[in-house]
Every structure is written in C-alpha cells, then in structure tokens.
C-alpha cells in the first residue's frame, strides 16, 4: 500500500492512500520507522456516531469515500448491486 503526506501549513495538507487523499477524515497520524523493519503508519479518522432506525431507508456512500474504505479493507454489504461492489 502506497502512503504519501504532504503537511504545507497549519491545517493544511493532503494524507493519500494509494492516491485517494483521506486528510478530511484523518484527524492524527503516527509514523513509525525501525532500521530494518517495515515503516508503520497509524491513521486515526474522524467517525461520527449517529443511531438511526429507518425502515427501507437507502444508504449512499460518496465514491471518495467508498474507495478510502475499500483501501482499508472494507466490504461491501453482500445484498449490494453487483456493479455497485
């Protein structure tokens, strides 16, 4: 997986995951490097909790946000349209 960080100014920057920028949702990280040892990176992301209970609602994710997901390792719900997985 490719990290890339780019820290310009106070509050500024971009945090990309293999080129999907993830900095609006990234509210600390931790870098860590050892001689001969792999870097580590620890993102920490904003998730916000919100309780609803809605029958036959239809929940979207923005592609943006989907793609990050999908790079952390997220699948998506097996009752999804197959060209939407």
Same mark, same amino acid.
């Given at each position: 997986?490719?990290?890339?960080?780019?820290?310009?100014?106070?509050?500024?920057?971009?945090?990309?995951? &293999?080129?999907? &920028?993830?900095?609006?949702?990234?509210?600390?990280?931790?870098?860590?490097?050892?001689?001969?040892?792999?870097?580590?990176?620890?993102?920490? %992301?904003?998730?916000?909790?919100?309780? %609803? &209970?809605?029958? &036959?609602?239809?929940?979207?994710?923005?592609?943006?946000?989907?793609?990050? %997901?999908?790079? %952390?390792?997220?699948?998506?719900?097996?009752?999804?349209?197959?060209?939407?997985?």
């Amino acid at each position: 997986m490719k990290f890339s960080m780019t820290l310009p100014g106070a509050g500024r920057g971009t945090v990309r995951i &293999d080129g999907q &920028d993830v900095a609006a949702a990234t509210t600390g990280a931790d870098i860590r490097t050892r001689p001969g040892e792999p870097t580590q990176v620890v993102l920490e %992301l904003m998730l916000v909790r919100t309780d %609803l &209970d809605i029958e &036959d609602a239809e929940v979207t994710v923005p592609p943006a946000t989907r793609e990050a %997901l999908l790079q %952390l390792g997220w699948a998506p719900p097996a009752d999804e349209p197959e060209g939407e997985r």
